[in-house]
């Protein structure tokens, strides 16, 4: 297991949530959610907080594995954010972490309609946790644009 923070990222339309790991990769935090429009250059002031060793970005891949419009933004997105950093940016399959977001929070007691924010940011958590955990079995998730 390498070890290094990473930085999860839950991208949408309108916002970005935000994850981070602890620098042995053991656990996932929340750590905010941003402006779609601001969300790079945020993420460039992060990376500097942090010094990652790299963003972990949701690949949105429709239920049967095919790509859809917003794989192609998420791509761009991770493109884009992996230049702006020159961190490099793993695409992971975020396939219903969204939703799995929304029940924890439901069960937590939280209103989807309030919680919208935070379920960005638990969604950018369950994502970066799962590639923690392949990593620590030894698998690789999803594939890696940018520096390596």
Sequence with gaps: MRTGTRIGIDVGKVRVGVARSDALGLMAVPVSTLAR??????LVRLASDYEPIEFVC???????GSETASTLDAREFA???????HVPVRLVDERLTTVTAQHALHDASHSTKSGRAMIDQVA???LLESALNAERAGNTLGETVGDE
Excluded: N, R
């Design 79 to 85: 493109i884009e954010l992996s230049a702006a950093t």
């Design 37 to 42: 429009e601001t969300a790079i250059a945020d």
């Design 58 to 64: 949701g690949l949105p891949l429709s239920l049967d």
């Design 124 to 126: 950018a958590t369950i």
